[in-house]
């Protein structure tokens, strides 16, 4: 007997009576055949209303749908279906729940409840039944004249365990392409390569940048590409800024990375890979949209606020014989969002840049 | 014609029930009793808006192609005219502006899905509130709470399709998080794009699991969690004639049969109408997905804000801590970790396992059919509250762009006040809730004791003044004392009287102070003798 049990039994002497369901009161249709005809009346206009909608709806389809080819005229055609299958849903809606509610019975009634649980024969009898199963299988205490098979059980769950792997390592094995997750460190860029506006793709001259303007970038020929452009695009878009030289602190070690306050940092945000794209000129600042990661762009765009941890990937640029903005190498780092391995080259070790801090 | 009809019904009748016994079947089912309250259509709007998403989605699926080939645009709509778009997006464009009613159809489909959500979500609070998942309902809750975390499946992976720039950035930030799981972070992440991010397989997977896996496993759940509310029969609200025995209310033919039934076609009524006059998702104007374009004040569903909040709660560095830490060269980010993974685990999981929890922590064992009123259950309506303050903090953060805006806040600041939020709110709402309840509870023993104020003032004969009141009828009094008082329990003595010391003593004295928490503070429901006293005051 559980605890609640007593308590309930300790303070019975002491307990109010349940003065049992309350008494049911009659509607005004129980009581005036006028006011049933007339609840009966007005079910059935709700039915009407139905049939109306339905009606409108496939007018529309077909009346309105010839009015011509452009945006609006189908926007209106959408909106007038939409309000005859409003309709004609309410109609139905309304009504039964009106007839329930005025002339159905609402005078409530008592259901026994029983317990869950089983009674004690059957769960015997459940229970004398999987032990005949058992027995009779031998996978059990073994019966005269029933040996016991344990070898048959270890070795039938062994094969079910191990079966759906004939099923699962070559489809989950297929799902992930080519698995060659070194992709990730590497993107377009390459010495040479001409840094381009997005997304029309004509190269930038240096002269084109003025102090205190951005552009986005993405690689010269990256428009020209077929299979695998946005996987390309996805981590080589990069947004490039020209500061007063005044202004910018020059990171330790990348004295050549930039070209007369012009500085190109990647635009996949280091938290969880958005696009930072929103550049604030007074501040020097670069926002993420989507979870509102800060970079400040005159310090190395160093995070300043939000969930990321570390500063964007740099971009090293000179500017090439014609004037056109160049990238001087790859990114030194996996640009976008951190993973286990990031900081290992695929052989194992650590990337230079690390190892020698 | 009557005697025909009824003829063929019976024949008809017959027919069926001689190759199916379906008579036994209509004989238990067609009169089972229903109780009736407003709060137990929260679980029916999820189901009719389910039923309106299969509707709605069979349409979809003749006009939507889930292929991510690249393709210029050339439909009706003017400024998409010679874009490059996937073909999922293009006939996205196509179902919404050269489909009669595929707009429609599209807002239909994704404001049900908004409501499909929410409406679980409002069921699952009744169901907490009220103590309906007790005994022997825990099963049944855990296969309504898998059913919550289906719909967010299935609300990703519909949100995901169309293949336009919020949805494809959305795609993103999964992946990031993906990629963050320690060790095969990234090979999930190729697993699930077939390769690098985007990839070219990814829509067509999502579109399967949309339309089959996640439908199919939400049907499979909904039938089984139905089966178990006939089973156990419905929980009832306290009141006259209301017991843990029975079950009082209205036959489910015909009554539930007409309400129930009317109430679906209410529901589509309404999602119809908000899908012919409010525009949800407009693609056309986002276009299509491109991993460099995003826009200010960019927000995910509703559904998926917590999360999003989460992450733009959570600092990379606090006060000179960071929170990426690399260990012997292995990257590890607890700045993604901590609000993509382990916050919802943590999360879920305790509303997963509440109802042992609360079974456990309080030994209560019995099979309950009456609901609680909330205010009869301070601690877990101080917890529940606590849980939905956490949520609501995160769905705040989640749009603390668009809140900054709307109140002319600066976003930093409301980050950083939300950082203290998330820990001290929850706490602050658990006490005042608490104390609400059992302010309500004295305010009912305060009723039963004395009565209605009924603002008549008498004058005894020897001058005194007195305010008439009118004691309570004995329904409403019956819902008024008519609730568990259970104390906390007691612990054994630490040693016997032999001076040996008891095993289990220590595990005893937490679970001895679990049941504190619940029951240390209570309310105690007035008794007869109690009111005749009250009484003989007067």
Same mark, same amino acid.
């Given at each position: 007997?559980?605890?609640?049990?007593?308590?309930?039994?300790?303070?019975?002497?002491?307990?109010?009576?349940?003065?049992?369901?309350?008494?049911?009161?009659?509607?005004?249709?129980?009581?005036?055949?006028?006011?049933?005809?007339?609840?009966?009346?007005?079910?059935?206009?709700?039915?009407?209303?139905?049939?109306?909608?339905?009606?409108?709806?496939?007018?529309?389809?077909?009346?309105?749908?010839?009015?011509?080819?452009?945006?609006?005229?189908?926007?209106?055609?959408?909106?007038?279906?939409?309000?005859?299958?409003?309709?004609?849903?309410?109609?139905?809606?309304?009504?039964?729940?009106?007839?329930?509610?005025?002339?159905?019975?609402?005078?409530?009634?008592?259901?026994?409840?029983?317990?869950?649980?089983?009674?004690?024969?059957?769960?015997?009898?459940?229970?004398?039944?999987?032990?005949?199963?058992?027995?009779?299988?031998?996978?059990?205490?073994?019966?005269?004249?029933?040996?016991?098979?344990?070898?048959?059980?270890?070795?039938?769950?062994?094969?079910?365990?191990?079966?759906?792997?004939?099923?699962?390592?070559?489809?989950?094995?297929?799902?992930?392409?080519?698995?060659?997750?070194?992709?990730?460190?590497?993107?377009?860029?390459?010495?040479?390569?001409?840094?381009?506006?997005?997304?029309?793709?004509?190269?930038?001259?240096?002269?084109?940048?003025?102090?205190?303007?951005?552009?986005?970038?993405?690689?010269?020929?990256?428009?020209?590409?077929?299979?695998?452009?946005?996987?390309?695009?996805?981590?080589?878009?990069?947004?490039?800024?020209?500061?007063?030289?005044?202004?910018?602190?020059?990171?330790?070690?990348?004295?050549?990375?930039?070209?007369?306050?012009?500085?190109?940092?990647?635009?996949?945000?280091?938290?969880?890979?958005?696009?930072?794209?929103?550049?604030?000129?007074?501040?020097?600042?670069?926002?993420?949209?989507?979870?509102?990661?800060?970079?400040?762009?005159?310090?190395?765009?160093?995070?300043?606020?939000?969930?990321?941890?570390?500063?964007?990937?740099?971009?090293?640029?000179?500017?090439?014989?014609?004037?056109?903005?160049?990238?001087?190498?790859?990114?030194?780092?996996?640009?976008?969002?951190?993973?286990?391995?990031?900081?290992?080259?695929?052989?194992?070790?650590?990337?230079?840049?690390?190892?020698?801090? | 014609?009557?005697?025909?009809?009824?003829?063929?019904?019976?024949?008809?009748?017959?027919?069926?029930?001689?190759?199916?016994?379906?008579?036994?079947?209509?004989?238990?089912?067609?009169?089972?009793?229903?109780?009736?309250?407003?709060?137990?259509?929260?679980?029916?709007?999820?189901?009719?808006?389910?039923?309106?998403?299969?509707?709605?989605?069979?349409?979809?699926?003749?006009?939507?192609?889930?292929?991510?080939?690249?393709?210029?645009?050339?439909?009706?709509?003017?400024?998409?005219?010679?874009?490059?778009?996937?073909?999922?997006?293009?006939?996205?464009?196509?179902?919404?502006? @050269?489909? $009669? !009613?595929?707009? +429609?159809?599209?807002?239909?489909?994704?404001?049900?899905? /908004? =409501?499909?959500? #929410?409406? %679980? &979500?409002?069921?699952?609070?009744?169901?907490?509130?009220?103590?309906?998942?007790?005994?022997?309902?825990?099963?049944?809750?855990?296969?309504?709470?898998?059913?919550?975390?289906?719909?967010?499946?299935?609300?990703?992976?519909?949100?995901?399709?169309?293949?336009?720039?919020?949805?494809?950035?959305?795609?993103?930030?999964?992946?990031?998080?993906?990629?963050?799981?320690?060790?095969?972070?990234?090979?999930?992440?190729?697993?699930?794009?077939?390769? @690098?991010? $985007? !990839?070219?397989? +990814?829509?067509?997977?999502?579109?399967?699991?949309?339309? /089959? =896996?996640?439908? #199919?496993? %939400? &049907?499979?759940?909904?039938?089984?969690?139905?089966?178990?509310?006939?089973?156990?029969?419905?929980?009832?609200?306290?009141?006259?004639?209301?017991?843990?025995?029975?079950?009082?209310?209205?036959?489910?033919?015909?009554?539930?049969?007409?309400?129930?039934?009317?109430?679906?076609?209410?529901?589509?009524?309404?999602?119809?109408?908000?899908?012919?006059?409010?525009?949800?998702?407009?693609?056309?104007?986002?276009?299509?997905?491109?991993?460099?374009?995003?826009?200010? !004040?960019?927000?995910?569903?509703?559904?998926?804000?917590?999360?999003?909040?989460? =992450?733009?709660?959570?600092?990379?560095?606090?006060?000179?801590?960071?929170?990426?830490?690399?260990?012997?060269?292995?990257?590890?980010?607890?700045?993604?970790?901590?609000?993509?993974?382990?916050?919802?685990?943590?999360?879920?999981?305790?509303?997963?396992?509440?109802?042992?929890?609360?079974?456990?922590?309080?030994?209560?064992?019995?099979?309950?059919?009456?609901?609680?009123?909330?205010?009869?259950?301070?601690?877990?309506?101080?917890?529940?509250?606590?849980?939905?303050?956490?949520?609501?903090?995160?769905?705040?953060?989640?749009?603390?762009?668009?809140?900054?805006?709307?109140?002319? =806040?600066?976003?930093?600041?409301?980050?950083?006040?939300?950082?203290?939020?998330?820990?001290?709110?929850?706490?602050?709402?658990?006490?005042?809730?608490?104390?609400?309840?059992?302010?309500?509870?004295?305010?009912?023993?305060?009723?039963?004791?004395?009565?209605?104020?009924?603002?008549?003032?008498?004058?005894?004969?020897?001058?005194?003044?007195?305010?008439?009141?009118?004691?309570?009828?004995?329904?409403?009094?019956?819902?008024?004392?008519?609730?568990?008082?259970?104390?906390?329990?007691?612990?054994?003595?630490?040693?016997?009287?032999?001076?040996?010391?008891?095993?289990?003593?220590?595990?005893?004295?937490?679970?001895?102070?679990?049941?504190?928490?619940?029951?240390?503070?209570?309310?105690?429901?007035?008794?007869?003798?109690?009111?005749?006293?009250?009484?003989?005051?007067?």
């Amino acid at each position: 007997m559980s605890q609640s049990d007593q308590s309930q039994e300790t303070t019975e002497s002491d307990s109010f009576q349940d003065p049992g369901v309350p008494y049911h009161r009659p509607r005004l249709a129980d009581k005036d055949p006028k006011a049933a005809k007339r609840a009966e009346r007005q079910v059935a206009a709700m039915f009407g209303i139905s049939i109306l909608g339905t009606v409108i709806a496939i007018w529309a389809y077909f009346g309105l749908n010839d009015m011509g080819e452009d945006v609006k005229s189908i926007q209106q055609t959408n909106t007038v279906i939409g309000i005859g299958v409003m309709l004609a849903m309410f109609g139905i809606g309304w009504g039964a729940i009106h007839w329930a509610k005025t002339l159905m019975r609402d005078h409530e009634m008592v259901e026994e409840r029983h317990e869950l649980r089983s009674s004690d024969e059957s769960r015997e009898g459940a229970i004398q039944n999987l032990k005949d199963g058992v027995e009779d299988s031998g996978i059990g205490a073994s019966k005269e004249g029933v040996p016991r098979r344990g070898l048959l059980k270890g070795s039938l769950i062994t094969a079910m365990l191990v079966a759906p792997l004939a099923l699962l390592v070559p489809q989950i094995g297929n799902m992930g392409g080519d698995w060659n997750v070194g992709l990730l460190r590497h993107t377009m860029w390459k010495k040479g390569t001409r840094l381009a506006r997005d997304p029309d793709g004509t190269p930038i001259k240096a002269s084109d940048v003025t102090i205190g303007s951005a552009f986005h970038v993405i690689p010269e020929g990256l428009n020209e590409m077929g299979h695998g452009k946005l996987e390309a695009k996805a981590k080589a878009i990069v947004l490039m800024v020209r500061l007063d030289p005044r202004d910018l602190t020059i990171q330790p070690g990348r004295e050549d990375w930039s070209f007369d306050g012009i500085v190109a940092y990647s635009k996949v945000c280091t938290h969880v890979g958005c696009p930072v794209a929103l550049y604030e000129q007074q501040t020097h600042h670069l926002l993420c949209p989507c979870h509102q990661s800060t970079f400040d762009v005159s310090d190395g765009a160093k995070v300043v606020f939000g969930p990321a941890k570390r500063p964007l990937p740099q971009l090293p640029i000179a500017v090439d014989d014609e004037g056109y903005i160049i990238a001087t190498s790859d990114f030194d780092e996996p640009v976008g969002p951190s993973y286990w391995d990031r900081l290992k080259t695929p052989d194992g070790t650590l990337t230079p840049e690390e190892g020698s801090h | 014609m009557g005697t025909k009809l009824n003829n063929a019904a019976a024949g008809t009748a017959n027919y069926v029930d001689e190759r199916t016994s379906i008579g036994g079947f209509v004989k238990f089912f067609a009169r089972k009793i229903f109780p009736d309250h407003w709060s137990f259509m929260l679980g029916e709007v999820a189901l009719y808006s389910f039923i309106v998403l299969l509707i709605s989605g069979v349409f979809l699926t003749a006009f939507f192609v889930p292929s991510m080939d690249i393709i210029h645009y050339d439909g009706t709509f003017p400024t998409m005219q010679g874009v490059e778009m996937s073909r999922a997006f293009a006939s996205t464009l196509d179902t919404s502006f @050269e489909v $009669p !009613g595929g707009l +429609l159809m599209r807002q239909i489909h994704h404001w049900a899905a /908004l =409501l499909f959500t #929410a409406s %679980i &979500l409002f069921h699952m609070a009744r169901v907490f509130f009220t103590g309906a998942f007790r005994k022997p309902r825990e099963i049944n809750w855990l296969i309504g709470f898998t059913l919550m975390i289906m719909s967010l499946a299935a609300g990703f992976t519909g949100y995901s399709l169309p293949d336009d720039v919020l949805s494809g950035n959305g795609l993103r930030i999964i992946d990031g998080i993906v990629k963050a799981i320690p060790i095969i972070g990234t090979y999930i992440s190729y697993w699930l794009f077939g390769g @690098e991010f $985007p !990839g070219e397989v +990814l829509i067509p997977r999502l579109f399967t699991a949309h339309v /089959l =896996l996640v439908p #199919a496993l %939400i &049907l499979g759940l909904i039938a089984l969690h139905l089966f178990l509310v006939f089973l156990h029969k419905h929980t009832q609200y306290p009141g006259g004639g209301r017991t843990h025995k029975n079950v009082v209310g209205l036959p489910l033919f015909p009554v539930y049969t007409a309400k129930a039934g009317g109430f679906f076609f209410v529901v589509f009524g309404v999602i119809a109408f908000m899908g012919a006059f409010f525009t949800i998702n407009p693609v056309w104007n986002y276009g299509p997905y491109d991993p460099s374009p995003v826009s200010a !004040g960019t927000q995910p569903d509703w559904y998926i804000l917590f999360v999003d909040g989460a =992450l733009r709660m959570m600092p990379g560095e606090l006060w000179g801590f960071p929170f990426e830490w690399v260990i012997g060269g292995y990257t590890l980010s607890m700045n993604l970790l901590i609000p993509g993974l382990i916050m919802p685990a943590l999360l879920f999981g305790f509303m997963a396992f509440y109802p042992w929890f609360e079974a456990w922590a309080t030994g209560d064992r019995g099979e309950k059919h009456v609901l609680d009123r909330p205010r009869n259950a301070p601690v877990r309506t101080g917890i529940g509250v606590a849980v939905i303050t956490f949520y609501v903090i995160l769905v705040l953060e989640g749009s603390n762009d668009i809140v900054a805006n709307l109140f002319h =806040l600066s976003l930093n600041d409301l980050t950083i006040f939300f950082r203290y939020a998330i820990f001290i709110l929850p706490v602050v709402a658990f006490m005042v809730t608490k104390r609400f309840c059992m302010g309500l509870q004295r305010k009912d023993r305060e009723l039963v004791l004395h009565g209605n104020e009924t603002g008549r003032i008498v004058r005894h004969e020897n001058g005194e003044y007195i305010e008439v009141h009118e004691p309570l009828d004995e329904q409403a009094r019956w819902i008024a004392v008519n609730y568990d008082d259970i104390a906390p329990s007691v612990v054994a003595p630490s040693h016997n009287d032999r001076g040996v010391a008891r095993k289990g003593h220590k595990f005893d004295r937490f679970k001895h102070r679990l049941s504190r928490f619940y029951f240390e503070d209570r309310v105690s429901p007035v008794t007869p003798s109690e009111l005749e006293e009250a009484q003989h005051h007067h």
